[in-house]
């Protein structure tokens, strides 16, 4: 059974920063894409920045120069750092694992919140 757990989440102050960290279990960390979408209230979810199996990443225009994923493969464990943060920022961040290897599958953590607000 994969499973991912989020952390890392909490209330910051404009412009502080936070990290977050998603750990896989049940499975290993380098047959997967990995992403990290986030939820406000009324919103849809969206694509905050993904890492390719290679490292290989890709951010939201609204969070690039701000936030940076990376992977440590050794850990099963992906993060976010997000610094520079904005009130708009707030939300619940979730953690996305595509399983690149066939059977394709995805897997979703259970989420965290970051609220930005003084």
């Known amino acids: 059974q994969v499973q991912l757990v989020e952390s890392g989440g909490g209330l910051v102050q404009p412009g502080g920063s936070l990290r977050l960290s998603c750990t896989v279990s049940?499975?290993?960390?380098?047959?997967?894409?990995m992403g990290w979408y986030r939820q406000a209230p009324g919103k849809q979810r969206e694509l905050v920045a993904f890492?390719?199996?290679?490292?290989?990443?890709n951010y939201a225009d609204f969070v690039k120069g701000r936030f940076t994923i990376s992977r440590d493969n050794s850990k099963n464990t992906v993060y976010l750092q997000m610094n520079s943060l904005k009130s708009e920022d707030t939300a619940v961040y979730y953690c996305?694992?595509?399983?690149?290897?066939?059977?394709?599958?995805?897997?979703w953590g259970q989420g965290t919140q970051v609220t930005v607000s003084s």
């Open positions: 890492i390719s199996r290679d490292g290989s990443t």
């Open positions: 049940g499975s290993i960390l380098s047959i997967y894409a």
């Open positions: 996305n694992a595509h399983r690149v290897v066939p059977p394709t599958m995805d897997y």
